[in-house]
């Protein structure tokens, strides 16, 4: 069964710095997609950026960027010029042949002025 | 686009009450998923149909709970009776099917409190 583990309960970065969130996943499969959705405290599940395994190059959105690691089966997110907008719990989710997404326990954000 | 569209955003009712809460999914997108999200449990899937049929169940609680999806711009999450332990919020998301574009978009929530 695949798994998502978020090792970082908590983090916090100053405003316009950067900061880097890490999440690394288990699977056998070959095909499928990581994301990472961000939970304001709004409760919404925004989208936030997302990597197709077959593609090497790590997807960007913005101030929002991944490295895609995949022999490692790590995917980290880099939020570069960090904005108080940016404070809220991320996580990371696995999708693959189930349609399934198995998420992360979540890191939880905080940006400091 | 008017994305994930769920109803009521809050429900406040009393234990033994019946529960209804309310999904449109994005229009075009044939696969809906129901989530639980609580602070002991994170981020449960429920329930998730694809074309309106339901595929995978195995994360529904109990028989209290019921999904459907009667067609492809509506499904609904029942609870009867409810308990004060179902009091979370319930997400639903909708994904098209369509290769290369398997993203699950997700409602803004139903916040539901048994009392």
């Known amino acids: 069964a695949q798994t998502v583990t978020q090792s970082q309960p908590e983090m916090s970065v100053q405003e316009a710095e950067t900061v880097t969130l890490s999440c690394t996943y288990d699977?056998?499969?070959?095909?499928?997609?990581l994301f990472w959705y961000k939970q304001p405290p709004s409760r919404q599940m925004i989208l936030v950026i997302r990597?197709?395994?077959?593609?090497?190059q790590n997807a960007t959105e913005n101030r929002f960027s991944v490295n895609f690691q995949k022999a490692a089966k790590s995917f980290s997110l880099k939020i570069s010029d960090s904005q108080l907008g940016d404070a809220a719990m991320y996580f990371c989710?696995?999708?693959?042949?189930?349609?399934?997404?198995?998420f992360g326990t979540g890191t939880l954000l905080a940006v400091q002025p | 686009d008017a994305g994930v569209i769920q109803s009521p955003r809050h429900e406040v009712t009393e234990m033994g009450q019946e529960v209804t809460l309310r999904c449109k999914p994005i229009?075009?997108?044939?696969?809906l998923f129901w989530y639980r999200q609580t602070m002991m449990r994170g981020l449960e899937l429920l329930i998730y149909?694809?074309?309106?049929?339901?595929?995978?169940d195995s994360g529904m609680p109990e028989d209290r709970f019921s999904a459907k999806m009667p067609n492809a711009s509506f499904s609904t999450l029942k609870i009867q009776p409810s308990e004060p332990r179902d009091s979370a919020v319930y997400f639903c998301?909708?994904?098209?099917?369509?290769?290369?574009?398997?993203?699950?978009?997700f409602g803004p929530g139903t916040r539901l409190l048994v009392l």
């Open positions: 229009s075009g997108h044939n696969s």
């Open positions: 990597q197709e395994a077959y593609k090497q």
């Open positions: 998301a909708s994904q098209s099917m369509i290769a290369g574009f398997k993203t699950q978009y």
């Open positions: 989710a696995y999708g693959g042949a189930t349609n399934k997404l198995i």
């Open positions: 699977t056998s499969e070959s095909d499928y997609y």
């Open positions: 149909f694809n074309n309106n049929v339901p595929i995978d």
